[in-house]
């Protein structure tokens, strides 16, 4: 078995000189790193008063907690739990759409095949991170302040959140979109009202369409833990159960909000196939 030529390592070196000289920098760059985040790893664990024996006392506090869950039971309280969990959701449902219907026209000043100047798209987009930028929940504490306790809050909180989401989702939805169609509408004689009703929207709203599908499955969880808060639906009874100690109530209300996301994301996930399978024979 013949035996391959030993590399020549002075021609290589003087071929690659940066591979075989790297600078000290270039060398100890990665060691550094790990460096800075091991420090910052123990720095965390010692300003936050992390304690091996409270965490071995609280797995112990959990386990009995979990057994105290057992079975679930939800005593005479269904039909209520029922309705906050169809009010939670409702707040998902809506909110989302509220959501959508708002950032499709502000989604195409913001995307860079409609809107060219930056005058005009750049602070669209920076309007759009900052509405993206703050969570739901913080959302949902303002507008209880402003619209008071209840379902109503939780919707304006999830549409204002998600505005900004879907704001930027669709204009780069768009920005992807193929400028062929448009130019076509554009040969015919179409203004930039057409480009924009036939020429761009048939191409993107099945993907607007499934992303709205997938926020909607994503947003009932949402709902849940803004309920919490005072934004009304089943996290709100949930917050209330855990505040009595009704461990059995808790685990029938996880288990119900368990089964609901499950159905969701199972029936989104056929519609979402079924639009990318319509766009595909298209």
């Given at each position: 078995m013949s035996q391959l030529p030993k590399p020549n390592t002075g021609e290589l070196?003087?071929?690659y000189p940066d591979v075989f000289d790297r600078p000290a920098s270039a060398r100890l760059a990665m060691p550094a790193m790990i460096a800075a985040a091991l420090a910052v790893f123990v720095f965390g664990l010692v300003d936050l008063d992390f304690s091996p024996t409270k965490l071995i006392t609280g797995i112990s506090q959990l386990g009995w907690i979990t057994m105290m869950m057992i079975p679930p039971n939800p005593g005479s309280s269904f039909p209520l739990y029922m309705q906050a969990l169809g009010e939670t959701l409702s707040i998902a449902l809506l909110g989302t759409t509220l959501a959508a219907v708002m950032a499709l026209p502000?989604?195409?000043?913001?995307?860079?095949?409609i809107i060219p100047s930056n005058?005009?798209?750049?602070?669209?987009?920076?309007?759009?991170?900052?509405?993206?930028?703050i969570d739901t929940l913080i959302w949902a504490l303002v507008w209880i302040n402003v619209v008071g306790?209840?379902?109503?809050?939780?919707?304006?909180?999830?549409?204002?959140?998600?505005?900004?989401?879907?704001?930027?989702l669709f204009s780069e939805a768009i920005e992807a979109a193929d400028r062929k169609q448009v130019e076509g509408?554009?040969?015919?004689?179409?203004?930039?009202?057409?480009?924009?009703?036939?020429?761009?929207l048939p191409q993107v709203l099945p993907v607007i369409a499934g992303q709205v599908l997938y926020f909607i499955e994503s947003n009932t969880r949402s709902a849940t833990i803004i309920g919490i808060v005072g934004a009304g639906g089943i996290g709100l009874q949930l917050a209330e159960q855990i505040r009595v100690l009704e461990w059995q109530h808790?685990?029938?209300?996880i288990l119900m909000i368990l089964i609901a996301v499950a159905v969701i994301d199972f029936i989104s996930g056929k519609l979402r196939f079924a639009i990318i399978g319509q766009r595909a024979v298209a």
């Open positions: 070196r003087e071929k502000v989604s195409l000043l913001a995307a860079r095949n005058l005009i798209r750049f602070p669209v987009r920076r309007f759009l991170d900052s509405i993206r930028g306790l209840g379902p109503f809050a939780g919707v304006l909180a999830i549409a204002v959140s998600d505005f900004g989401a879907f704001g930027k509408i554009r040969a015919s004689g179409g203004n930039a009202l057409h480009e924009i009703r036939f020429g761009l808790v685990s029938f209300l």
